[in-house]
C-alpha cells in the first residue's frame, strides 16, 4: 500500500527549502530582505526539527501579509541610544530585520562595554525565538532574548488570559562543541504546538490549558476556541511571563500583550509586540575561561546521569538534515511550491 500523500515523506535541501520559502515571501509582498530574513528562520526551525515554528508558520505568514497586518517592507530605523543600548523601530514590520539591522552595531557594542541592549518595538514576531540568539553563542557571546505575544495565558490564580505564551531564549559558548541554547515558552505548551496537535485530533497532558468556560481540558481545539494556556509551574512560570511582559513591551516601547487589536485584519496571525536582546562578552570577566567553564558544568551534569542537554535535539537533527536533506510531508512540499 502506498503512503497518503499526507504523511509520505519529502526531503530538500536547507539552502532549496530557504530559496523557495524566499520566493514564497517575496511573491506574498516582503522585500528581498525581510524575506531572507525570515526564510532563515522557518527553514533553520525546520531543519533543526521544530516544526511547530518551519513550514508549519507559512500560511499564518501569507495571510497575515495578504491582511494589511504587518508591514513587509519596512525598513527598521536604528537608534543608538547609549554606550551600552540601541533601539529599533521595526516600523510596523518584523522582528528579524530589525535585529539584523542592528546587530553589528550591538555586537560591537557588547564588545566595547562588555554588555549591550536591543530593545526593539513596533514589532511582529511569529518565529522559534533561539535563531535569534544562537549566532551570537557562535561568536563567543553570551546572549538572552524575550519576547511577548498575543493574550492567551490565563496567569496563575487569574480567571481570564492576560499573557502571552512569552517565550525566552538563551545561547552562550561551550568549548569543543555546540553552543549551550535553549528556548522555551512560559506558557505550559507553546501556542504553535498546540495547533499542531489540534490539527492531528491529539489529547494533550494535563495542566495544559482550560476550555472557555476556565475548566482544564486535553482538548487541544477547545483551548484554541476560546480557551486559553497556563503558564508552566503555575506562579513560577506566571511569574517569568509577567517578566517577560514588562522587558519586552515596557522597557522596548512594544505593545503588551493585550494592547493591539487585530480584528480588523481577517487572517492577522502575528503578535504586535516588543523584543528585547541582552548580548554580554564573556571576556571581559573571564577572558577566555568562559568557554570552558561551561563545557565544565556540561560535563559535570552528564556526570550525575542527564542524558541530554536543553537544545541537544535540535543539533542531532540538524546534522541528519545535512546529511539527507530537511524533511517535509510531501503535503508540504507541495504546498509550499505552490504558494511560490
Not at 507559512?58 to 527598521?76: E, F, H, N
Not at 521595526?90 to 528579524?96: E, P, R, V
Not at 511569574?239 to 522587558?247: F, G, I, K, P, R
Not at 494592547?259 to 562578552?281: C, M, N, R, Y
Request: negative net charge; proline residues 6%; contains cysteine.
Amino acid at each position: 500500500m502506498s503512503a497518503r500523500p499526507d504523511t509520505a515523506v519529502a526531503h530538500i535541501a536547507f539552502a532549496e527549502l530557504q530559496a523557495l520559502l524566499q520566493r514564497i515571501f517575496i511573491r506574498h509582498g516582503t522585500s528581498e530582505a525581510v524575506a531572507c530574513a525570515l526564510a532563515f528562520n522557518c527553514a533553520s526551525a525546520q531543519r533543526d526539527g521544530a516544526h511547530s515554528h518551519g513550514v508549519f508558520r507559512i500560511p499564518g505568514y501569507v495571510s497575515t501579509l495578504a491582511s494589511g497586518w504587518v508591514d513587509g517592507k519596512a525598513v527598521p530605523e536604528v537608534t543608538d541610544i547609549a554606550s551600552g543600548y540601541l533601539r529599533v523601530d521595526a516600523k510596523g514590520g518584523f522582528a528579524q530585520p530589525a535585529l539584523a539591522a542592528a546587530r553589528e552595531l550591538l555586537v560591537e557594542k557588547a564588545r566595547s562595554a562588555g554588555i549591550a541592549v536591543l530593545a526593539i518595538h513596533n514589532s511582529h514576531h511569529f518565529a522559534a525565538l533561539w535563531p535569534d540568539v544562537e549566532p551570537f553563542a557562535d561568536e563567543g557571546l553570551v546572549a538572552l532574548s524575550v519576547v511577548n505575544s498575543m493574550t492567551c495565558v490565563v496567569p496563575h490564580g487569574a480567571r481570564q488570559p492576560l499573557f502571552g505564551t512569552n517565550p525566552i531564549a538563551f545561547a552562550a559558548p561551550c568549548a569543543g562543541t555546540d553552543p549551550i541554547v535553549f528556548d522555551m515558552a512560559t506558557s505550559a505548551m507553546a501556542h504553535g504546538d498546540v495547533q499542531i496537535a489540534a490539527r492531528k485530533g491529539e489529547q494533550l497532558p494535563d495542566g495544559i490549558g482550560v476550555d472557555s468556560q476556565g475548566e482544564p481540558t486535553r482538548d487541544p481545539q477547545k483551548i484554541l476556541d476560546g480557551g486559553a494556556l497556563l503558564p508552566f509551574g503555575g506562579h513560577k512560570g506566571s511569574a517569568l511571563s509577567m517578566m517577560v511582559e514588562l522587558l519586552a513591551a515596557a522597557l522596548t516601547g512594544g505593545n503588551f500583550s493585550w494592547e493591539f487589536d487585530w480584528s480588523q485584519h481577517p487572517g492577522a496571525k502575528t503578535p504586535w509586540t516588543g523584543q528585547l536582546i541582552i548580548v554580554i562578552d564573556p571576556s571581559k570577566a573571564e577572558g577566555g575561561r568562559f568557554a570552558e567553564r561551561s563545557y565544565e558544568l556540561v560535563r559535570q551534569m552528564q556526570s550525575v546521569g542527564l542524558q541530554r542537554m536543553p537544545g541537544e535535539r535540535r543539533y542531532r537533527e540538524r546534522e541528519l538534515s545535512a546529511r539527507q536533506g530537511v524533511t517535509l510531508t510531501v503535503q508540504e512540499l507541495e504546498q509550499l511550491q505552490s504558494m511560490a
